[in-house]
């Protein structure tokens, strides 16, 4: 149980870190300032989740990963890749299951060498999208669009962080209202 454990954590790592939408979310701040400690935490929730369901099917884990996606980044991998990652993880948490380690090393070899982020040692920059400017959203008035990468100034950005509501939820509630 403890081997396939460690081991199911290593392959899920090694997925995770292979994910080029989720760091892309960090590096574009749509996590905020606390973008990747949230990646962290969904790599981290989503290993706990396979552990302790037996019976996960690919479209509850997918729901999972898109929901946390959408409420963490408030952004939609339309890329299809939440599908195949979680088809992966689930064959992967099987292989480990089965202790079929040999076959998910030499898949895994094959998969492009990406470098560890998430990780607290490891220091991801933020990078604003070419034309992102919060301060000209408030000033024709566009700060309220739905596109995800209304970043706002630092201090709203940290309480969003902090109590893991993201601005689309807090205009979705106040056109509720």
């Excluded at 989503?46 to 302790?52: D, E, F, H, L, V």
Aim: charged share 30%; hydrophobic share 30%; with cysteine.
């Amino acid at each position: 149980q403890i081997d396939f454990q460690k081991n199911f954590r290593l392959v899920l790592e090694q997925i995770f870190n292979s994910w080029q939408n989720l760091r892309l979310a960090v590096e574009h701040g749509m996590g905020g300032r606390n973008g990747q400690q949230l990646a962290i935490e969904i790599m981290e929730y989503t290993y706990k989740y396979c552990i302790g369901n037996e019976n996960i099917t690919q479209g509850e884990l997918q729901d999972v990963l898109e929901e946390l996606l959408d409420q963490e980044f408030d952004t939609i991998c339309e890329d299809n890749s939440i599908p195949e990652i979680c088809r992966n993880l689930l064959r992967y948490k099987a292989l480990c299951i089965n202790g079929e380690y040999a076959l998910i090393e030499n898949e895994l070899s094959k998969l492009p060498k990406s470098k560890e982020w998430l990780r607290p040692d490891v220091k991801i920059v933020y990078t604003p999208i070419a034309g992102e400017d919060s301060s000209s959203d408030e000033e024709d008035g566009s700060a309220d669009s739905e596109d995800g990468m209304d970043i706002g100034d630092d201090e709203d950005n940290d309480i969003a962080s902090c109590s893991r509501v993201t601005r689309s939820q807090t205009r979705r509630k106040q056109k509720n209202l």
